[in-house]
């Protein structure tokens, strides 16, 4: 008997239509349809997505830490009124199921038997000579071959049941639940591009908390990107999961009233791990 498929919708909130929205709409359409991708932007900049098909836009007045959490969680409640599962992610972040059991992100959601699921986080970080990233082309391994695991990057990301979200979606009211799923994070797999999304984000966020740290120096991204391809690195499946690493992170989770009530894990580590993408994700995102 054929499995029934889910419907799901993703949502984001972006500060432009540019840099990795165009490449965040093609993926995602591609696996759940245009017409399910929902986004929140900002006043004046609603007109910037309508040569987007999208299912919908919405428009706040500021950009704001915990203001954020509380749109996006209301959204996403509204929508599970309609749809079986929503993705939660950021403009710059790509889910991808293990490739050796699904044939895609789409057929990851449809078999998922669980109400939630929580992705393994990874920072994509460019070598000295790769080339700029051209986001109308595959980028995993044929662009960007290595990354290093980042617990900040766990996160819980679908779901088919209400979720209270903390500050950068880090972390939420259901304990962590990895399900070979996996977010790969491109805000440092181009440093031309992270530059000018970290201009644009700050002109949205005056008033945040440390909005400064948008504003990094092209010197100081390419050291902290010169340190990771420093780390001891492997490849292959067994290097590239890490568990140990990602067992240590659940055995930090602790229950918080914080937030209305989430799970929050110790301070974010780095894993020092330089992994190869495995080649299954070749032509997958």
């Avoid at 700029?132 to 617990?151: E, G, M, N």
């Avoid at 440390?210 to 092209?218: C, G, K, S, T």
Wanted: charged letters at 20%.
């Amino acid at each position: 008997m054929a499995i029934q498929k889910k419907r799901a919708a993703v949502i984001t909130d972006a500060v432009s239509s540019e840099f990795y929205f165009p490449c965040w709409h093609r993926y995602y359409a591609s696996q759940f349809g245009a017409e399910n991708l929902y986004v929140v932007t900002f006043d004046g900049l609603k007109a910037d997505f309508k040569s987007f098909d999208l299912g919908g836009i919405w428009a706040t007045k500021i950009y704001n830490n915990d203001l954020r959490i509380k749109i996006i969680s209301g959204l996403v409640n509204v929508l599970l009124e309609q749809y079986d599962y929503v993705i939660r992610v950021d403009t710059d972040e790509f889910l991808v199921p293990d490739p050796r059991s699904f044939e895609s992100l789409a057929d990851y959601v449809t078999r998922l038997e669980r109400p939630y699921a929580t992705a393994m986080g990874y920072d994509i970080v460019p070598a000295p000579d790769d080339d700029a990233l051209v986001l109308d082309q595959p980028i995993l391994v044929k662009q960007r071959s290595r990354a290093y695991p980042y617990d900040a990057l766990n996160k819980t990301c679908i779901t088919s049941i209400h979720l209270i979200w903390a500050p950068g979606f880090h972390f939420c009211s259901a304990f962590p639940s990895f399900q070979k799923l996996y977010l790969f994070h491109m805000k440092r797999a181009d440093l031309g591009i992270q530059m000018q999304i970290g201009a644009a984000t700050a002109k949205h966020a005056p008033g945040e908390r440390n909005f400064e740290n948008y504003l990094a120096d092209e010197e100081s991204i390419s050291n902290y990107n010169r340190a990771a391809l420093h780390f001891p690195s492997g490849s292959g499946w067994e290097w590239f999961d890490r568990n140990k690493y990602n067992d240590s992170f659940l055995k930090g989770m602790r229950f918080t009233k914080n937030y209305g009530g989430v799970y929050h894990g110790a301070p974010f580590q780095i894993e020092k791990a330089l992994v190869t993408i495995p080649d299954e994700f070749s032509g997958k995102m």
